[in-house]
């Protein structure tokens, strides 16, 4: 996600708004504050924002709305202040996208709304499988980004394993109604944080083919909808999610997790 700063604009020296829809640790936004970019963002946890802040060292944004990302979304007037350069939507709760609002056409609409129309850039995370039965949540934010979007490119972590044995793994997304093109990393990034820099100089040699994912209208994900997302069972869906704790265990312990 934090490439988003890397697409080719107009004025690429313009350091504009950007809005982050789930903080996390502040892992993205702190670049961004650093790189003077006036970042707002959205997180639904006190607790998240308060740990980011004191036990990260998050610098203070220049907004912080503590309320579920759904209510400013929905709320009139809304609290935010667009249009933004570049939003930022990280809320995947390893759960999957069913019943996840955020998500549907309708929610990514709102959020296209708020961007500066020419060069406003989105860019989404998600965690999904990429083959059958644990790719539909893929499948389906690729409809739906692309009902909306001119433009959506989609890229992964690199895997040493073979693609088919990998059930779950993390992707963003990029949309925008301008192409969307990256230029290399800077200098400034180096002396921010140098492994964001060394990950941000490969991360396009991992790029989906958007153009081999099946299109449909019914595969649009739409809030009335009421069909399971990650798989065609529950089961499916069920075993994505403990892959997806699988994963996170790798990166700390499961005390740490149920701790914090």
């Given at each position: 996600m934090d490439a988003i700063h890397l697409v080719k604009r107009s004025k690429q020296e313009d350091r504009g708004k950007v809005l982050m829809i789930g903080l996390g640790i502040g892992s993205s936004a702190e670049p961004l504050i650093k790189l003077n970019y006036d970042v707002e963002i959205i997180e639904l946890d006190p607790v998240v924002y308060k740990y980011a802040r004191e036990y990260f060292y998050l610098s203070a944004p220049s907004?912080?709305?503590?309320?579920?990302?759904?209510?400013?979304?929905?709320?009139?007037?809304?609290?935010?202040?667009?249009p933004y350069q570049f939003i930022m939507h990280d809320v995947f709760n390893g759960a999957g996208v069913?019943?996840?609002?955020?998500?549907?056409?309708?929610?990514?609409?709102?959020?296209?709304d708020l961007l500066e129309p020419k060069e406003g850039v989105l860019a989404l995370n998600l965690v999904s499988g990429l083959?059958?039965?644990?790719?539909?949540?893929?499948?389906?934010?690729?409809?739906?980004?692309?009902?909306?979007?001119?433009?959506?490119?989609?890229?992964?972590?690199?895997h040493e394993q073979d693609e088919a044995t990998v059930k779950v793994q993390n992707l963003v997304f990029f949309a925008s109604n301008s192409p969307i093109d990256f230029l290399p990393v800077t200098h400034e990034v180096y002396q921010i944080n140098e492994g964001l820099a060394y990950?941000?100089?490969k991360f396009e040699n991992f790029e989906l083919k958007l153009d081999q994912v099946a299109e449909d209208d019914k595969l649009v994900l739409r809030e009335d909808d009421p069909k399971v997302l990650d798989g065609a069972t529950a089961k499916n869906q069920r075993e994505l999610m403990h892959y997806h704790w699988e994963g996170m265990n790798k990166l700390l312990n499961w005390k740490t997790w149920l701790i914090y």
């Open positions: 907004k912080a709305h503590l309320v579920d990302a759904k209510q400013p979304l929905i709320q009139t007037p809304s609290p935010l202040t667009p069913d019943g996840e609002y955020l998500f549907t056409l309708e929610a990514l609409q709102k959020v296209h083959v059958p039965p644990y790719d539909t949540s893929y499948v389906k934010v690729t409809n739906t980004l692309k009902k909306i979007f001119k433009y959506v490119r989609c890229f992964k972590e690199p990950i941000l100089d």
